[in-house]
């Protein structure tokens, strides 16, 4: 019987590559339409190679967490007043987290 080591640099890789997708992805808005999230994930995948579902959850990972971050502070900005309207409307329950929460997995899934 053998017994797998834990592998600490393919744990160092999946936070590099999410820590690096989450900063161009967040400079790319700047400049890039919003959409560009999904070649900023591509090019860091690509250029730092992982295992395909370690690629997919990183990039995902990083998005949800910057989505949700900035959907966070716009909402707190705005005293929920916009997300809380907006999921009234969509969902008939003025729940701004509901709000958040969708923004940030849509981020996720684009990336």
Known sequence: MTIKKNNNNEHMKFISVAILTALLAFAG????????????????????????????????????????????????????LLAGKIADLFFQNPSHFMMIAITAFIGGLIA
């Open 29 to 80: 808005g700047f400049v890039f339409p919003w959409w560009s999230i999904a070649p900023v994930a591509f090019v860091v995948s690509f250029v730092i190679p992982q295992r395909p579902l370690a690629a997919f959850f990183s990039a995902f990972m990083a998005l949800v967490f910057l989505w949700g971050g900035l959907a966070t502070y716009m909402d707190i900005k705005n005293r929920h």
